[in-house]
């Protein structure tokens, strides 16, 4: 039974969609944190992940994270795409 769940859960995340504006963000936001050299702990897999499922809750947070994704778009320098939130 315990092996079936942790199937389940492998299974579900595989299946996860992951969205491209994401994608795009974490990976820009990810090379601003290094061409900074911002001491802000960051994981770009689990930046995407967080965003794909936050993205996805439109009725509570699908709105915040497009606001996100808007606001890191529009920045031309590193600094101020770690000052969006």
Sequence with gaps: ?????AALLALTACTEPRSQSCKQV??????CIE???SKM???EKE????????EQDSANSGAK???HIDCVR???TCAAVLECK
Excluded at 1 to 5: P, T
Excluded at 26 to 31: D, I, L, N, S, V
């Design 1 to 5: 039974m315990h092996w079936c769940l």
């Design 26 to 31: 974490c990976k820009r936001e990810a090379e």
């Design 35 to 37: 061409e900074t050299g």
């Design 41 to 43: 702990p960051f994981e």
């Design 47 to 54: 930046c995407v992940a967080a965003c794909a499922a936050l």
């Design 65 to 67: 994270v497009q606001r």
């Design 74 to 76: 529009k920045q031309t």
